[in-house]
Nanobody, 124 residues
Framework: QVQLVESGGGLVQAGGSLRLSCTASGRTFSSSAMGWFRQAPGKEREFVGYIAWSGGITYYADSVKGRFTISRDNAKNTMYLQMNSLRPEDTAVYYC?????????????????WGQGTQVTVSS
């Protein structure tokens, strides 16, 4: 079993930055690909980005490419999402997820474990 806990959400003005963290416990973190997803009110959960087990490969949704950066510190069992140039349309609950594989995917159904989510609100 894997437990994931997100932190770092909050309220920020458009153009600002936030860094989210996702700390894992339980299973071996370093052999798991990790992903970030988000869900706005009334919308389906959508893919934001993923990072492979080693951290050497990342992939992002077009909507965040160039603004968001995912990294991980396997020694700390923690993944990060650095969000810059935030826009009101980035407002959502952000979730981290882990899968029992070394490579990430964009599909929610491929992830086995989920955090409880952290709210990010971007004001205009």
């Amino acid at each position: 079993q894997v437990q994931l806990v997100e932190s770092g959400g909050g309220l920020v003005q458009a153009g600002g930055s936030l860094r989210l963290s996702c700390t894992a416990s339980g299973r071996t973190f370093s052999s798991s690909a990790m992903g970030w997803f988000r869900q706005a009110p009334g919308k389906e959960r959508e893919f934001v980005g993923y990072i492979a087990w080693s951290g050497g490969i990342t992939y992002y949704a077009d909507s965040v490419k160039g603004r968001f950066t995912i990294s991980r510190d396997n020694a700390k069992n923690t993944m990060y999402l650095q969000m810059n140039s935030l826009r009101p349309e980035d407002t959502a609950v952000y979730y981290c997820a882990a899968r029992t594989a070394i490579w990430g995917t964009t599909r929610t159904r491929d992830y086995d474990y989920w955090g409880q989510g952290t709210q990010v609100t971007v004001s205009s």
